[in-house]
């Protein structure tokens, strides 16, 4: 399966704490993304780094690349709890309407 | 921009009957749309690539003949799920993407709210 590794699977922490959700794939990218999704709902689109950065930021949220050990991380400084929701990165491989594999996902718990 | 719509988000039905679950690009044309499922507590799983006015493109273990989808403008695709069965009660998530180059995060694709369909 081409399907990425996220650990943790679960996280919980207090508001105002940071939470750090990492990322793994198998193969090259084109680029990652970084998605939101309440429980039972859609997803959201965060963040979207290209395999030449190293780093990216909005808002508090922070994403890192290291293209060598194929892997991403996705910070969310001073947490709320409206930040409780599961987490998924995805791997694009190639081409500008290339799929997107989707990795396990992150819950996040954020306690106020 | 950039809007995503799905219909039904959500619908029951009893086994053996067809559902049909609409993906649309409300403010771009999306040259391809794609079908993902999600089972609960578990991630999106690509079942096809839909490319308007082609064939779509399944992803292995995904049988074509129960999950019809047709593709017939730029702005419409559909998923058919042909005689539903319990096991096929998932969340189902469309994504479109617009024309190279076009999109306003780069590669990126824009996702539908998702329809939950629960097959009795």
């Known amino acids: 399966s081409q399907q990425g590794e996220e650990d943790p699977q679960a996280l919980s922490i207090q508001e105002g704490e940071n939470a750090t959700m990492n990322c793994s794939y198998k193969t090259s990218i084109n680029n990652l993304q970084w998605y939101r999704q309440n429980s039972g709902r859609g997803l959201v689109h965060l963040i979207l780094i290209r395999s030449n950065e190293r780093e990216k930021h909005s808002g508090r949220l922070r994403v890192t690349l290291d293209t060598s050990k194929k892997s991403s991380s996705l910070l969310i400084t001073a947490s709320r709890a409206a930040d409780t929701a599961s987490y998924f990165c995805?791997?694009?491989?190639?081409?500008?309407?290339?799929?997107?594999?989707f990795g396990k996902g992150t819950k996040l718990s954020v306690k106020p | 921009g950039a809007v995503v719509s799905q219909h039904p988000s959500w619908v029951i039905c009893k086994s053996g009957t067809s559902v049909k679950i609409e993906c649309r690009s409300l403010?771009?044309?999306?040259?391809?749309m794609f079908w993902y499922r999600q089972f609960p507590k578990q991630s999106l799983m690509l079942m096809a690539t839909s490319n308007e006015g082609s064939k779509a493109t399944y992803e292995q273990g995904v049988e074509k003949d129960k999950f019809l989808i047709n593709h017939a403008s730029l702005t419409l695709s559909t998923l058919t799920v042909t005689s539903a069965h319990p096991e096929d009660s998932s969340f189902y998530i469309c994504?479109?993407?617009?024309?190279?180059?076009?999109?306003?995060?780069?590669?990126?694709?824009?996702f539908g709210p998702g329809t939950r369909l629960t097959v009795l």
């Open positions: 403010d771009f044309q999306a040259t391809t």
């Open positions: 994504s479109a993407s617009p024309p190279s180059g076009r999109a306003l995060f780069g590669d990126t694709q824009y």
């Open positions: 995805a791997s694009s491989y190639g081409g500008s309407q290339g799929n997107l594999i």
